[in-house]
């Protein structure tokens, strides 16, 4: 008996269309959908729903989406670098080595999102929900995190050198009012100031106190 050939896979319309020439997309909703690799850079997607959406390895330098759901959507190893995110909501997504370097998420959803080894250099956080996130070993140097919530989030290795944490909910809930700086030095080594004691760790402890 003859083996069948297997059909050939749908090809997604949304990559047909920005094919084709459309870069603006309204009202998509397309949740689980598949865009592995895709090549859309500056696409902008407005009020779109891509929940549980595949964007691994996809290529989306300068890139919008706005008001779009991403909730438990994979971008590992996306390029996003320069994108913006307006009001999304990217709560427990895969960002796992993602490029967000001097991207905007002012304000966004990033709670219990994985985000370990992603580059968010110069990337404007301002506002953005991480609680619970993993931030390990991730470049957040020159970022602007003023305001942001970073409770319970796991920082182990993350660089936070010249970043604005003003007014930044930290991990153990302590907050900067004035000398943000101070903090750098206590979360981009957690890992390693939580195991040992020694006269640096009395005096990081004073500087949270």
Not at 90 to 96: G, I, V
Not at 103 to 130: P, R
Not at 147 to 157: D, F, P, S
Not at 158 to 185: E, R
Request: proline residues 5%; contains cysteine; glycine residues 6%.
């Amino acid at each position: 008996m003859p083996l069948r050939k297997r059909p050939k896979p749908t090809p997604n319309p949304l990559i047909r269309r920005y094919d084709h020439g459309e870069q603006v997309f309204q009202n998509v909703k397309m949740p689980f959908a598949d865009f592995t690799d895709a090549n859309l850079p500056f696409v902008t997607l407005i009020d779109a729903d891509f929940k549980a959406a595949n964007f691994r390895h996809a290529f989306l330098p300068g890139s919008e989406f706005i008001r779009t759901r991403l909730t438990l959507s994979a971008f590992f190893g996306a390029n996003l670098i320069a994108a913006s995110f307006i009001r999304c909501d990217l709560h427990n997504t895969d960002l796992r080595k993602a490029l967000f370097s001097n991207a905007t998420l002012v304000g966004i959803d990033l709670s219990e999102s994985n985000l370990k080894g992603a580059s968010l250099a110069g990337a404007n956080l301002a506002g953005a929900n991480l609680r619970g996130a993993n931030l390990k070993g991730v470049n957040l140097q020159g970022a602007n995190l003023q305001g942001a919530n970073l409770l319970y989030a796991e920082t182990q290795g993350a660089n936070f050198s010249g970043a604005n944490l003003l007014f930044t909910t930290m991990p153990d809930g302590t907050y900067q009012q004035d000398d943000a700086s101070l903090l750098y030095d206590v979360y981009s080594d957690e890992a390693e100031a939580s195991q040992q004691e020694s006269p640096q760790q009395d005096l990081v402890d004073s500087r949270l106190s």
